[in-house]
T-cell receptor, first 114, second 115 residues
């Protein structure tokens, strides 16, 4: 158990809908990273938040957004969903201090868009 | 520049054998190279990691070998066991802005250890 929690575990929704995925980082970790895992693209970095502020963006679509709250939990919002958005979504957390930036992954949310 | 190339895509090893997975990178700014292990239905779990100032790191049956000049690193699993059957990802990270260490992952290697 990495100490990172994600809810829900599974999500089935229809095209065009909007969903919110939630992540709670390990105690003491300031950074939350979001990743998308699909069979063809592998693990792709989406976005990072550090202590409430957006710090880095990867291959995140404009239909997707995220935020990190004062208690450091994070939410990933996916809107106008398409079939191709079906994937596993992982969050990871890290302390992100010099020399200590190992990322620990949560169990993931499996999103199925029908 | 941001790619990490991983091979092989799949690997079958007999119990007790040595599993070897290779990765190569281009960007010399990468300064942290972790390996992750992922079982079906689970998130990737950090297995072992190395920084470029050392050429080898060993933790139990798992060893990372790092060749900075060739920009390659590899994972060796000694005495492979059926319980090691999983997908292994290499990754590379570099600092990109304050408090930001993005991971770039290889495509993964599905390891099957047969009795």
């Amino acid at each position: 158990d990495s100490g990172v929690t994600q809810t829900p575990k599974h999500l089935i929704t229809a095209t065009g809908q909007r969903v919110t995925l939630r992540c709670s980082p390990r105690s003491g970790d300031l950074s939350v990273y979001w990743y998308q895992q699909s069979l063809d693209q592998g693990l792709q970095f989406l976005i990072q938040y550090y202590n409430g502020e957006e710090r880095a963006k990867g291959n995140i679509l404009e239909r997707f957004s995220a935020q990190q709250f004062p208690d450091l939990h994070s939410e990933l919002n996916l809107s106008s969903l398409e079939l191709g958005d079906s994937a596993l979504y992982f969050c990871a957390s890290s302390v992100d201090l010099a020399g200590h930036y190992e990322q620990y992954f949560g169990p993931g949310t499996r999103l199925t868009v029908t | 520049q941001q790619q990490v190339k991983q091979s092989p895509q799949s690997l079958i090893v007999q119990k007790g054998g040595i599993s070897i997975i290779n990765c190569a990178y281009e960007n010399t700014a990468f300064d942290y190279f972790p390996w992750y292990q992922q079982f079906p239905g689970k998130g990737p779990a950090l297995l072992i990691a190395i920084r470029p100032d050392v050429s080898e790191k060993k933790e139990g049956r798992f060893t990372i070998s790092f060749n900075k000049s060739a920009k390659q690193f590899s994972l060796h699993i000694m005495d492979s066991q059926p319980g090691d059957s999983a997908t292994y990802f290499c990754a590379a990270s570099m600092r990109s802005g304050a408090g930001s260490y993005q991971l770039t992952f290889g495509k993964g290697t599905k390891l099957s250890v047969i009795p």
